[in-house]
């Protein structure tokens, strides 16, 4: 609860079904009076007072030259932008303060799912603060920054040997930026055969990513069905694989938390009518150094940085996204690429494509989010062969008893698992029979566990599943974490068993209750008025 | 653990879900883990084969910059707090992030004089090819005409990008002459037609000029314009900004710009080689509902305290889908932080105080270098923080560079090697950030001239070092080499 835990609001629920309502309400009453939430709920354009600085400029130690000369008047902002006036003291309060009123994966367990909340070394920050790393200008002359792009050689050595593709391109920002890549990559070896194919397959099951970039990429989405067990429907597969389609994008684990146990068949189905299969590298965890993509037929795969390979989040990026290709889709990658010479030297070209490449060209300027790549490598290094696969062994590990526990606690009968026995990384719940049964939703649930200290799982998501729940643990949790949970899911229940009400207007004890989103859209408000 | 699950291994989890013909049933060839103090030794070891604007005087720029990255930041994006959350889906214990975004967006808006503002994107190029996604959904028109000040990376991405999307892409050329430099106000306005989606140009360009950005607003517009029964209306405008030119330049807003796309690196990021940084991303109010990426918007809880949300999320992959206006999902939120927390720190005065620092060293920069022999200016255009110079045609570029980083002074970029294009053989480009005093700048021309001079004649440059005993090898240019 510490990040999130203003001191004004001290009253810790438990896991005891402890009703907090009426306390909490009051407190919460009292709290909009008070001057030190007020000055809270200020944005750092309400603070501070004119003259007041940071910043102080350095003498420009150049002669003086008329103003005129150096900007014509035509050109000059006539009123500067209104940005804040504060002192550093003012800024540094402003920011610890508002940091308070986050939830992070230092303070607590993080079981988002599809998202990969695992551990982020501080060895990690360290090393990529060195000059050598954070001071590199990404101009500079090969020759003299062979330091990275060793580490990015070594990086997409790495990336190919646990992808089992062996041509990677580390360019792209983030995963839905991979895809783009992987599709307009697919685009690209089809009509270097001649061929124009406009459909893309995607399952139900699919993040919302694989559909939006299809459409940005020029093609026509189809969906596919998932069958009983959770795995693509061949039969659909089958009816829907034809000469037009370019891709099938598929995530194995999938978005349910399961390994299709088809993926010879689908592999055999997609390439017969001569298209690619994509892999969506969300939910590599769960198989690192212990099944392939390549292996399993796959020609693209992008992979999360920011996911299986501990680039922290930052609340919502930086990530990066590279990708891996087979042979026959090599050709293509997105430029430029880092490559070793006989000497053993390492080069990296800033300009266009050669005459005759067939690349897609670039996708971004420079090189990729190196500084994610320097995170990464170091945490590869760190884990070695058997750390990667011992840490995917362990997430499935986690996921599995988890998923054992909240059976014990009798969950299940409220909370099924939504396809299948066992699972992979991550599983997904129904909360149907739940909002049938105890009369709250899972949103109601979600909301209930902030107040228990945990970020809830992911909500609503895959949408196949009536009131999804998906639940990702990670290896970096311990059985004592994956059992306060278990309880803290049953005390839920058990409460609303009693009074649904309380999960329904929970939570009480965050910094701000439920928000109004629909009021937010309706009427946007996106920016801070100023005087 | 294992007898709650109710197997016996870990591995049998395995093997009744993957099938057999797809286990890897080796290891990975890959080297062994390494304790946390080898790690850190490999990477520093690495880190130490690099030379970067520490180890050297660097007049590096083309996109990014060595500004100075005050502490706070460090201090501040090191927090739990904002480096290891998640996007914030929940918003009752994401006030933190979701304020920030909400202020970045403030900052941005101000910046760009533009109301709408997203909460990241990517970068600098790939901004712009959002920017014309967005135009694209806007007026369903099928081509872009782009000034070729754009930056070369930012011409290619978009090229890339739009091919995907279906666009034609047409490049205006720039002014040559007396005027040269700029946009060709004439080839800009006979290039836009009804037919044009998106007008896109970079302010100042590629090669440090200062664009008359209201004019070429105002000639897209008028050249563009569908009529009434066209295509809604006009092009797009789109503006590849600089955002510390913005305390000193008029705002793309108020030069009738409808959307201003840009490399948010100069704001309290740091150079990472490249990246992570982000994209700014400004619009009028028509194109709120077709922004890219995540917005932060402000609401009240059940309590009527005030509180911020992700907003307009229809517009978004997660709901929409195929129809969504972006694919993006990950952005670059933590270095928008920094970019927030960058312009907090500077303030009101500090942007305005900054921006006509970099004037004036940049102007001094200029004019001293282009007093040297077999230099001169590429274009006369007020330049802001970057220029560009031509060498003479028969003096090697990457000779001279290679004579000036030996003695530790990296003198800018050589832009043929970054564009390709044959006009641009012999032209350097060359950035002053505050962190070079007049001094620095002094130093510069002094390597550049020497090595100049040692080019043009290896003889005469040989004969001046008198004897010194500094020549090392067949080089006759001393060796001051810093970290090489």
Redesign the interface.
């Given at each position: 609860m510490s990040?999130?835990d203003e001191n004004h609001l001290h009253s810790d629920p438990g896991i005891d079904g402890h009703h907090p309502h009426h306390g909490l309400?009051t407190a919460?009453?009292g709290?909009?009076a008070s001057p030190l939430?007020r000055e809270r709920?200020k944005?750092?354009?309400q603070k501070g007072a004119p003259g007041?600085?940071?910043?102080v400029?350095?003498p420009?130690?150049?002669?003086?030259?008329d103003g005129e000369?150096?900007?014509?008047a035509?050109?000059?902002?006539?009123s500067?932008?209104?940005?804040?006036?504060?002192s550093?003291p003012e800024?540094?309060r402003?920011?610890?303060g508002?940091?308070?009123?986050?939830?992070?994966?230092?303070?607590g367990f993080?079981p988002?799912g599809s998202?990969t909340?695992k551990h982020?070394?501080r060895?990690h920050?360290?090393?990529?603060?060195?000059?050598?790393?954070?001071?590199?200008?990404?101009?500079?002359?090969p020759d003299?920054?062979?330091?990275?792009l060793?580490?990015m050689y070594n990086l997409q050595g790495?990336l190919a040997?646990?992808s089992?593709l062996p041509h990677v391109s580390l360019q792209p920002?983030?995963?839905?930026?991979g895809?783009?890549a992987g599709?307009?990559l697919t685009?690209a070896y089809h009509e270097d055969r001649g061929e124009k194919r406009h459909k893309v397959l995607t399952p139900d099951t699919a993040?919302?990513?694989n559909?939006?970039?299809?459409?940005?990429?020029?093609l026509a989405?189809v969906k596919l069905e998932t069958d009983a067990d959770g795995g693509i429907d061949l039969d659909d597969l089958r009816a829907k694989a034809d000469g037009d389609v370019a891709c099938l994008m598929l995530t194995n684990p999938n978005t349910l938390g399961?390994?299709d146990?088809n993926?010879?068949e689908i592999a055999a189905i997609v390439h017969g009518v001569g298209a690619t299969l994509y892999y969506d590298g969300a939910n590599l965890n769960a198989?690192?150094?212990?099944?392939?993509p390549g292996?399993?037929g796959f020609d693209i795969v992008h992979f999360?940085l920011?996911k299986s390979f501990t680039q922290?989040?930052?609340?919502?990026?930086?990530?990066?996204g590279p990708i891996a290709v087979s042979e026959r889709i090599a050709p293509f990658l997105?430029r430029p690429l880092v490559a070793r010479l006989d000497d053993g030297s390492f080069t990296l070209e800033?300009?266009?494509a050669p005459e005759g490449s067939k690349s897609?060209?670039?996708?971004?300027?420079?090189?990729?989010?190196?500084?994610?790549f320097?995170r990464s490598?170091?945490y590869?290094?760190?884990?070695?062969?058997?750390?990667?696969?011992d840490a995917s062994?362990a997430a499935?590990?986690n996921a599995?008893?988890l998923?054992?526990?909240l059976r014990?606690h009798g969950v299940a009968e409220y909370l099924p698992l939504a396809y299948g026995r066992?699972c992979?990384h991550e599983f997904v719940l129904s909360g149907g029979p739940m909002k049938k049964e105890l009369k709250i939703k899972t949103l109601d649930l979600?909301?209930r566990l902030?107040d228990f200290g945990f970020?809830?799982p992911?909500v609503y998501?895959p949408l196949l599943v009536d009131e999804a729940l998906m639940v990702e643990p990670t290896e970096t949790e311990t059985?004592e974490t994956l059992d306060s949970f278990a309880e803290a899911i049953a005390a839920i229940l058990a409460e609303a068993a009693k009074d649904p009400e309380i999960a329904r207007?929970a939570?009480y004890t965050?910094?701000?209750?439920?928000?109004?989103?629909v009021?937010?859209?309706k009427r946007?408000?996106?920016?801070?008025a100023?005087d | 653990m294992l007898a709650a699950i109710g197997v016996s291994s870990v591995q049998e989890i395995f093997d009744r879900q993957i099938p057999e013909a797809v286990r890897l049933r080796r290891e990975l060839d890959l080297p062994q883990g390494l304790p946390e103090q080898q790690v850190f030794a490999h990477l520093s070891e690495l880190a130490a084969r690099n030379t970067s604007a520490e180890d050297e005087l660097s007049f590096l720029g083309a996109g990014m910059y060595d500004h100075y990255v005050p502490a706070l930041i460090d201090m501040l994006i090191e927090r739990s707090e904002f480096l290891t959350p998640y996007t914030p889906y929940q918003p009752e214990i994401s006030q933190g992030g979701l304020q920030v975004m909400f202020e970045y967006q403030t900052a941005i808006s101000e910046l760009t004089g533009l109301p709408v503002s997203n909460a990241s994107a990517y970068e600098g190029p790939s901004a712009v090819a959002a920017a014309g996604y967005l135009a694209k959904l806007h007026n369903g028109r099928r081509r872009f005409v782009i000034s070729a000040g754009l930056h070369p990376h930012t011409i290619e991405t978009l090229r890339t990008l739009a091919h995907g999307y279906g666009m034609e892409v047409v490049q205006v050329p720039l002014t040559t002459g007396p005027a040269g430099g700029v946009t060709d106000p004439h080839a800009w306005a006979r290039a836009i037609d009804a037919d044009t989606s998106a007008a896109i140009f970079a302010q100042p360009n590629f090669y440090g000029a200062v664009e008359d950005a209201a004019a070429l607003s105002a000639a897209a517009k008028a050249a563009g314009d569908g009529g009434e029964n066209g295509a809604a209306g006009a092009p797009v405008v789109v503006a590849q900004v600089d955002p510390i030119a913005l305390g000193i330049l008029e705002s793309p807003g108020a030069c009738g710009v409808d959307v201003a796309v840009g490399e948010g690196q100069p704001l309290g990021n740091r150079l990472d080689f490249g990246g992570p940084s982000f994209g700014l991303f400004a619009a009028r109010e028509e194109y709120l509902r077709r922004m890219p990426g995540r917005i932060a918007g402000e609401t009240v809880d059940v309590d009527g305290r005030r509180g911020f949300v992700l907003t307009l999320q229809t517009r978004e992959q997660h709901i929409r889908r195929e129809k969504a206006t972006s694919n993006i999902c990950t952005a670059q939120a933590l270095n928008a932080l920094a970019g927030v927390v960058y312009l907090a720190w500077l303030g009101r005065r500090g942007i305005v105080e900054l921006g006509e620092l970099l004037l004036a060293r940049t102007h001094y920069a200029r004019e001293r270098l282009a007093r040297l022999p077999g230099v001169e200016k590429l274009h006369e255009q007020p330049v802001v923080r970057e220029f560009a110079l031509r060498l003479d045609g028969d003096v090697d570029m990457a000779a001279v560079r290679r004579r000036c980083v030996r003695r530790g002074v990296n003198p800018g970029v050589d832009v043929h090697e970054l564009s390709g294009r044959e006009e641009d053989r012999g032209v350097l480009l060359v950035a002053i950030t505050e962190r070079r005093s007049r001094a620095d700048i002094d130093r510069l021309a002094d390597v550049l001239e020497a090595a100049i001079v040692a080019e043009r004649d290896p003889a005469a440059a040989r004969s001046s070092l008198g004897g010194t005993a500094q020549l090392v090898g067949e080089d006759p240019v001393a060796d001051e080499a810093v970290g090489v």
């Open positions: 990040a999130i309400a919460a009453q709290e909009a939430q709920a944005t750092i354009f007041r600085r940071a910043f400029c350095p420009s130690e150049v002669p003086d030259v000369q150096l900007l014509p035509r050109f000059r902002r006539t500067p932008p209104r940005l804040p006036e504060l550093e800024i540094v402003h920011y610890v508002i940091s308070k009123r986050n939830f992070d994966l230092d303070s993080y988002l998202c909340m982020n070394p060895l920050e360290r090393v990529a603060a060195l000059p050598g790393h954070a001071r590199l200008h990404p101009l500079q002359d003299r920054a062979q330091g990275a060793e580490l790495a040997e646990i089992g920002s983030a995963g839905s930026h895809e783009l599709v307009l685009r993040h919302g990513t559909p939006a970039t299809v459409t940005m990429a020029g989405v399961l390994f146990p993926i010879e198989v690192m150094g212990l099944s392939r292996d399993m999360n920011h922290p989040h930052g609340g919502g990026g930086p990530g990066s997105p800033h300009g266009p897609i060209g670039r996708l971004r300027g420079f090189h990729g989010n190196y500084g994610c320097v490598y170091a590869i290094c760190s884990l070695g062969a058997d750390g990667l696969k062994e499935v590990l599995n008893y998923l054992a526990r014990e066992l992979m979600a909301k902030l970020h809830p992911t998501f059985k207007d939570p965050t910094p701000v209750r439920r928000l109004d989103e009021a937010a859209a946007p408000v996106i920016r801070q100023l | -």
